[in-house]
Every structure is written in structure tokens, then in C-alpha cells.
């Protein structure tokens, strides 16, 4: 049982269109990283979140932290080929020492011309 | 400032082997985390290393082991390899804040493909 559900798994969409990805957990988290992956190559940080009901903007993407610092959301507007790729959400459990961190299992998503 | 380096990138090994991976964190950077990423389970942790200590560590037998250096570099070791040992090995950085956690940022990754 993943601690961390990412949903969905996988999605193909046309370029222009809006999509969210969706990470929750039943625990409590100190921060929440967002990774983007390429394949063969390590996750790049996209954005870090530490405060419950924070909101950060990247340009076209919107993080959002949920305000009991369970959950969080990736959203994409006006998505672009250059989007595809692993997005991944990994938090730092609230109480653990040290930096480790929790993934999600992943969101494929392919952004189609 | 450069990034986290992994030496090698890929590696081939077969069954009953053992194998050493390198990590370099960027500069200034104290902890230094292990991750293996299979497509199977995805991102675990591995362990993490700071001042030289295993400061935490997953779910792994102990064919599985570490260390860090004075220079922050730190090496994984897996002994007695097995099929399922193939994956992406990762290492990540990040600076040690009083009270919380920080930032890991991510090398490359080695590619670890047992025969």
C-alpha cells in the first residue's frame, strides 16, 4: 500500500488542454516536492511546498498544499508536448528526522501535438 | 554550482556479484539519500547519510549498505546481487536544516542491470 497515492497513473492528452494531478495521504507532511522525469535521467525539482494552503505558480503550473498538509495538487493549463514526462510528488512525513522522503507512484503523461 | 554526479551510469552485473555505486553531492550539501527506482515499486528510499552516519534507512535487507565520507561523497554497496536488484539507482543532496527537512536534488542516476 503506497503511503503516498498519486492518481492518475497515466494520461494522454491534446496539446492546449488543462489537466491535475492528485496526490493524498493519511499522513502529515513537513513538505511536498514535486519532481518532473525524464526517462533514463533523475527527477528534477519542480516545487517544494511547506505551508498548509500554500499556492506556487511555475509558469503554467499551480501546486497547491492542502491546508492539513495531507494532499497535494499539480495542475497544468494549456498543456504542451514539452510537458510529457513522470511527474512525481514525494513528501517529508512530519515528526521523521533526517530527509526522507515518500513518493508517489507516478503520473505518466504524454502530451500529444 | 554542479549538480549531484553518479559514477558509474551503467553498470552490468550478473547474479552473486557485488557492486559499488558513487555519489557526489553538490557542494555544500551534507546529506546525501539513496533511492532505487524500479517500474514495479516505483521510488523507495534506500538510505540517508549525514556526517558520515546512516541517519535513516527503508525497508531493505542488508545486502544493501553505505557509507559518506568526510568530503560528503558517499558510495552504496549491494552485495550478493539478484535479477530483481536491476534498477535505477539514485542519489540525492540537500543542504541539513535545524528542525526541518530540505530540498533533495537529484543526480542521474546509475543503471544497474543484473544478468
Known amino acids: ?97 533526517g530527509n526522507m522522503l515518500t513518493f508517489g507512484g507516478g503520473t505518466r503523461l504524454m502530451v500529444k501535438p | ?33 539513496w533511492y532505487q527506482q524500479t517500474p514495479g515499486q516505483g521510488l523507495q528510499f534506500l538510505f540517508e547519510y549525514f556526517s558520515e552516519t546512516q541517519r535513516n534507512k527503508g525497508n531493505f535487507p542488508g545486502r544493501f549498505s553505505g557509507r559518506q565520507f568526510s568530503n560528503s561523497r558517499s558510495e552504496m554497496n549491494v552485495s550478493t546481487l539478484e535479477l530483481g536488484d536491476s534498477a535505477l539507482y539514485l542519489c540525492a543532496s540537500s543542504r541539513v536544516l535545524a528542525g526541518s527537512t530540505d530540498t533533495q536534488y537529484f543526480g542521474p542516476g546509475t543503471r544497474l542491470t543484473v544478468l
Do not use: M
Open chain 1, 1 to 97: 500500500t503506497q503511503l503516498l497515492e498519486q492518481s492518475p497513473q497515466f494520461l494522454s492528452i491534446q496539446e492546449g488542454e488543462n489537466l491535475t494531478v492528485y496526490c493524498n495521504s493519511s499522513s502529515v507532511f513537513s513538505s511536498l516536492q514535486w519532481y518532473r522525469q525524464e526517462p533514463g535521467e533523475g527527477p528534477v525539482l519542480l516545487v517544494t511546498v511547506v505551508t498548509g494552503g500554500e499556492v506556487k505558480k511555475l509558469k503554467r503550473l499551480t501546486f497547491q498544499f492542502g491546508d492539513a498538509r495531507k494532499d497535494s495538487s499539480l495542475h497544468i493549463t494549456a498543456a504542451q508536448p514539452g510537458d510529457t514526462g513522470l511527474y512525481l510528488c514525494a513528501g517529508a512525513i512530519f515528526g521523521n528526522a
Open chain 2, 1 to 33: 554550482k554542479a549538480g549531484v554526479t553518479q559514477t558509474p551510469r551503467y553498470l552490468i552485473k550478473t547474479r552473486g556479484q557485488q557492486v559499488t555505486l558513487s555519489c557526489s553531492p553538490i557542494s555544500g550539501h551534507r546529506s546525501v539519500s
